[in-house]
């Protein structure tokens, strides 16, 4: 008879952690295409982050009662702000952001340019904190900026739309704003309630903010189009609810309590090549060279500076919706 070892359960443990970290990144970064072809059909952006997180909450909200019966939580002064934060900014902002960014641009460079959220919130700290990262962190943060322009190709022939590359860049910094919040300690709501809380919360804002005309709100039941074929609008959009939110973020935790923060943030990169490669059989996308090896260079960039942050990371956040 074989004995186990230690090691093997850990082993197990890691693959599927591994496992579901890639099932968490294929399906946020299918968000994009998906959201796309709604747009393209003539939805508007909010439109379209309204339906993915009013219906992402409910989901959600019903496998937060499922999961965590029995367990004890408490919603105090300081997990609410939290809360109401991370549902205005991490979920509201972030993506109303980065399905306008997809209006001009192709997806792969959108989410491009939101994963510049690292190298934001690395300024930012080291101005408010008065310190210079370390060396690696700061040819890391080179190596992305030096990225930034190869997806912008600045000196081609291509032009990008600006106002895109503005909404990117906002997506960004509500990405970094997730990672914010995600660090503060002091908060007593698990990972599935503040999923499930920031998409009701998220969902809330975009519907307020259309009624009062702050964010255009229209909706159409025009078929879209998807592999080059006409497909009813109900499939994005089912997909954006079921697969892009609730399942990204079930198996997002999941993969967090396998692997920890750290491990599966590294894993979660691959988000990017997800929906470079959804945009290409989808929607016919696919960036060009320089775009391509900016990417690399952006990817590469941030691996360098989450190896070598100074802070430890928090043991089990909520992972971001589109990250």
């Known amino acids: ?13 890691a693959r599927s952690g591994i496992l579901l970290a890639l099932l968490s990144a294929a399906t946020f970064g299918s968000s994009g295409p998906m959201a796309k072809a709604l747009i393209e059909a ?5 439109a379209a982050v309204l339906v993915r997180l009013g219906g992402a909450a409910v989901l959600l909200t019903i496998a937060a009662a499922f999961m965590l019966r029995g367990q004890r939580w408490r919603l105090h002064a300081g997990s609410a702000r939290t809360l109401l ?14 399905f306008n960014a997809v209006r001009t641009l192709d997806v792969g460079v959108a989410l491009l340019l939101e994963f510049l959220a690292p190298v934001l919130l690395l300024t930012y700290t080291s101005l408010r904190a008065r310190t210079l990262p370390s060396r690696p962190t700061l040819i890391g943060a080179g190596l992305s900026l ?11 022939a291509s032009s990008l739309d600006p106002v895109g590359v503005l909404w990117g860049l906002l997506a960004a910094c509500g990405l970094g704003g997730f990672f914010i919040l995600s660090e503060r300690r002091d ?20 519907a307020v903010a259309g009624l009062i005309g702050v964010v255009p709100l229209a909706f159409t039941a025009t078929d879209t189009v998807l592999a080059g074929g006409a497909v009813s609008w109900i499939i994005p959009a089912a ?11 079930l198996s997002g935790i999941g993969a967090i309590r396998r692997l920890g923060s750290r491990s599966a943030s590294f894993v979660a990169l691959t988000e990017v090549l997800f929906a470079v490669l959804v945009a290409w059989m ?4 696919l960036p060009g060279p320089p775009q391509l090896l900016g990417g690399a260079c952006i990817i590469g960039g941030i691996v360098l500076i989450q190896r070598h942050r100074r802070v430890p ?9 589109d990250a």
């Open 1 to 13: 008879m074989s004995r186990s070892t230690p090691a093997q359960p850990q082993r197990a443990t």
């Open 42 to 46: 003539g939805w508007t952006a909010g």
């Open 85 to 98: 934060l991370y549902g205005l900014i991490a979920m509201a902002l972030t993506q109303l952001a980065f």
């Open 146 to 156: 030096v990225g930034l322009v190869f997806v912008l190709d600045l000196t081609g």
């Open 187 to 206: 908060d007593d709501l698990p990972p599935l309630v503040m999923a499930a809380g920031g998409t009701a919360v998220g969902a809330v804002a975009i």
């Open 239 to 249: 997909w954006l609810v079921l697969i892009s939110t609730a399942a990204a973020y």
């Open 282 to 285: 989808l929607l016919a996308e």
């Open 313 to 321: 990371p928090p043991p089990t956040p909520a992972p971001a919706i």
